[in-house]
């Protein structure tokens, strides 16, 4: 039987700012075709009023760096206790003091709670300081939580001694043959180098930027990425004279999806966070995937992907530019069976109504 889904506490879809918009655009869209009415909650004005079949709700915003979450899932809650789904998904630990209210009025409600989002740099220590209140309040105010990464799991348990539902961001499978998006940024199949991030410092653009430079290959390297409030930290990562380095914002759905099939190989070098929607893409698309060593990205690519430290990425990348064709495939190949096993998206979106059915129990 279908249910009645809310998802709140991200931008809305389509995704086209990080990890918890392509997650809510991913599930919504796959909980649609099985039969469930899911309703997600934007913050930009819509063009219509549904999207792949799930519908959108428009509510103002705030956009400040520290408010602007927290405004409008306040005023989401407000609006889903009227709109009486059977069940609510809520994003973001930060907004774990909303999710007594659904439930004290009858509706079950999980909080995913992504991962230690105190630890951003970003943060001033008022932010840092509700994180780890909320942190708290995700395992006393939802009916269930979540976490992404089996690391997350093992802190809450150890920190709160409380025990989360580990569902993992899932990913696609396999490469795409189009590459018109590689011609807009003149790059060629096979000869660059991709990362893809929010430029924020805990996820280190301006280092693979730096340890790229100190190559001697004709490669190229693409950054791919913004942020809204890190104009300063973008402008130290676009300050180079590097020809090589192309730079051209962010980019989504299908130039990201070529751009990612196509590149040499994929750096990743966030570290902070849960599981990286952007590192398990890379490896579902076959890439060689080279990682920061965190718990984290341990987690996933450990096996299937070579690490790195922070202080040896360039020869981590050298290491890379000697492999012959036969070698990186190998990895592209090792990383595609690790997603097909723990990462596609029909298992994470089974993992999901089975805990929705748990709930409403």
């Not at 690790?338 to 129990?361: G, H, I, P």
């Amino acid at each position: 039987m279908g249910r009645h889904i809310a998802i709140l506490g991200t931008r809305g879809i389509p995704a086209n700012y990080g990890g918890f918009e392509t997650f809510a655009e991913e599930l919504s869209r796959r909980l649609v075709s099985r039969g469930h009415r899911v309703t997600v909650y934007c913050r930009n004005k819509l063009s219509a009023k549904t999207y792949l079949g799930v519908e959108r709700v428009w509510l103002p915003s705030l956009p400040h760096k520290y408010f602007d979450t927290l405004f409008h899932t306040a005023i989401s809650t407000l609006h889903v206790i009227f709109l009486r789904p059977d069940v609510v998904l809520c994003c973001n630990a930060a907004n774990a003091i909303y999710t007594w209210l659904p439930r004290v009025l009858g509706i079950p409600v999980a909080l995913n709670v992504d991962g230690l989002e105190r630890k951003r740099k970003k943060w001033n220590r008022l932010a840092r300081t509700w994180y780890l209140i909320s942190e708290r309040l995700a395992v006393l105010f939802p009916s269930r939580t979540v976490s992404d990464a089996e690391n997350i799991a093992a802190y809450y348990r150890q920190r709160y001694q409380a025990e989360t539902t580990f569902i993992p961001y899932g990913a696609p499978i396999g490469k795409t043959a189009a590459h018109a998006e590689l011609a807009r940024l003149s790059l060629e199949r096979g000869r660059y180098f991709l990362y893809v991030t929010r430029f924020e410092p805990e996820n280190n653009p301006l280092l693979v930027r730096q340890a790229f430079e100190q190559l001697d290959t004709t490669l190229k390297l693409a950054l791919v990425g913004d942020a809204p409030y890190a104009v300063e930290y973008i402008r130290q990562v676009r300050d180079t004279k590097d020809p090589r380095v192309v730079l051209p914002g962010a980019i989504y759905g299908t130039g990201y999806e070529e751009l990612q099939s196509h590149c040499f190989a994929y750096v990743h070098a966030t570290e902070v966070g849960g599981t990286h929607p952007a590192l398990i893409e890379a490896m579902g698309r076959g890439c060689l995937v080279l990682y920061l060593r965190t718990a984290e990205n341990e987690e996933v690519a450990g096996g299937v992907g070579i690490p790195f430290e922070q202080d040896n990425l360039t020869a981590v990348m050298r290491q890379a530019l000697a492999m012959s064709e036969e070698e990186r495939a190998a990895w592209g190949m090792k990383a595609m069976e690790r997603v097909m096993a723990r990462y596609s998206w029909e298992r994470v979106t089974d993992q999901y109504e089975k805990l929705f059915a748990e709930m409403m129990r």
